[in-house]
């Protein structure tokens, strides 16, 4: 239910009604699953919601320079990649992007490349966890119970006394 509060004041009048001059209200940018976006994207925008509405409205990926902190940890976490590129390419994609709107990017998540319209690969940055989490479709807590027969068996092998000391009875 997050979807339309995605760039709520510049999709929506006032009175609620949609701006059709607003370019993700366009038939044709309503299905888009790759948002190619401006620096510093997401900052201030720290709670997840700001993720849930963008992941709800169908974007999978944000491309952009650079990323607000928190935002950038809340997208991973919530199943959305966040893509950080050098500032000549990120350039390069928004003047694509404004030439020709139908232009189209491709992410491959699993080799860490994108293919821009003209054909050209590039590697992007993401860390083997994030990467993982995002192709296996697991959150932090789904992670953990896939760990659980490791966690049981540490459990299993440590001392029966330690449960009962105090953190600094051993000094």
Do not use: C, W
């Amino acid at each position: 239910g997050y979807r339309n509060f995605l760039f709520h004041d510049d999709r929506f009048n006032g009175d609620g009604s949609v701006r059709q001059d607003f370019l993700l209200n366009r038939e044709t940018y309503t299905r888009t699953r790759i948002l190619v976006y401006g620096k510093n994207f997401g900052y201030g925008s720290t709670r997840e919601g700001a993720v849930y509405a963008l992941y709800d409205f169908g974007i999978r990926v944000v491309i952009a320079p650079s990323f607000g902190d928190i935002f950038f940890s809340n997208a991973l976490k919530n199943g959305l990649l966040p893509i950080v590129l050098p500032a000549p390419l990120h350039a390069t994609l928004m003047r694509i992007a404004n030439e020709d709107l139908a232009a189209t990017v491709t992410i491959d998540l699993a080799s860490a490349t994108m293919t821009t319209p003209d054909g050209a690969t590039h590697t992007f940055p993401i860390d083997t966890f994030s990467q993982k989490m995002l192709l296996e479709g697991l959150d932090e807590l789904d992670y953990i119970r896939t760990q659980i027969s490791k966690i049981e068996a540490h459990e299993r092998a440590r001392p029966a006394t330690i449960d009962t000391l105090h953190p600094n009875a051993a000094r």
